[in-house]
């Protein structure tokens, strides 16, 4: 690995210095036609950011979609958008553990670095290998309401300060957003009250942020970081948890054996449903569609 990373990072000074001689007089950090370029580590972040900038920005995601932000590697083309970019938004927590030697090994001075987490309330993991492997909280900090306020604020902040000409334009699209994102939850806060069953089942534990803020509880497929499908042991204890909380729709994800949660669906006689992790772009949706459906998924299955 320390091999294969040495090799990328000699090649990106290379490629940086032949893409600098070929720069002429553009700005690194800004696109031919003014806007911000802007590199974000996956979907999530992306679905905010362009929420906040709009089109006063240009986004390069460099997790593509259908990949696990956990265990990617950035590839070459992913060190030059870093080189070039103003600003560099990630979630933090440990999602991304190729973040510190990719920034470091660009030769980019200037670039705003973005740790989307920034004063977000954290959950611990509870499992000592997850926490030796991938530190001690739980990443999945986008999948609440919450947090995706304070997410967007630190985007804004970056964005102001890579742009301080359209300050005005960038508050005015983080308080619509705060606005849309404060009206969901009031919502549907008082639903999920007054539900007497508060169970459900997902493909990974993904949704502990999510289940915090509607004072929920999840069950999953697999663990919180999505890592092999899981034991006849654990499909037994699923099938009886399901049993015992009457449990109607398991949740399935594009990325973490959605095979065995349809199977586990048939098995437990429930409906299987599609439910974002938001990781990858799916069905184009922005992340104020994508939450509203899953809270509304989520909701018509426990009332």
Not at 251 to 260: G, I, L, R, Y
Request: charged residues 25%; hydrophobic residues 35%; glycine residues 4%.
């Amino acid at each position: 690995m320390i091999k294969k990373f040495s090799l990328l990072v000699a090649l990106v000074m290379i490629i940086t210095v032949f893409t600098s001689c070929n720069k002429g007089t553009q700005e690194t950090g800004n696109n031919n036609d003014g806007r911000v370029k802007v590199a974000v580590s996956f979907n999530a972040l992306k679905q905010i950011a362009m929420a906040i900038g709009k089109d006063k920005i240009y986004i390069y995601t460099i997790v593509p979609n259908g990949v696990e932000p956990h265990d990617f590697e950035p590839k070459i083309k992913d060190f030059q958008q870093l080189s070039d970019a103003k600003v560099f938004i990630y979630n933090g927590v440990g999602m991304e553990s190729w973040v510190d030697k990719a920034v470091n090994a660009v030769d980019n001075k200037n670039l705003i670095k973005v740790n989307a987490s920034t004063g977000c309330d954290l959950i611990k993991n509870s499992d000592n290998a997850q926490i030796k492997e991938h530190g001690q909280y739980d990443p999945h900090i986008w999948l609440s309401l919450k947090n995706a306020k304070i997410e967007a604020c630190n985007i804004k902040n970056a964005l102001e300060k890579a742009d301080p000409i359209n300050k005005d334009y960038f508050e005015a699209n983080y308080n619509e957003f705060i606005a849309n994102t404060d009206k969901l939850f009031e919502e549907y806060k008082p639903k999920f009250d007054s539900l007497s069953n508060k169970s459900f089942v997902t493909g990974h534990a993904a949704f502990a942020y999510f289940c915090r803020d509607f004072n929920l509880k999840q069950n999953s497929v697999e663990d919180v970081f999505a890592e092999g499908e899981p034991s006849s042991k654990k499909i037994e204890e699923l099938v009886n948890y399901c049993r015992q909380n009457k449990v109607r729709v398991i949740f399935t994800e594009d990325m973490a054996s959605p095979k065995v949660s349809k199977t586990l669906a048939q098995e437990v006689n429930a409906k299987a449903e599609k439910i974002y992790t938001i990781e990858s772009q799916e069905d184009n949706k922005s992340y104020l569609s994508s939450m509203k459906e899953n809270i509304q998924r989520v909701y018509d299955s426990l009332k």
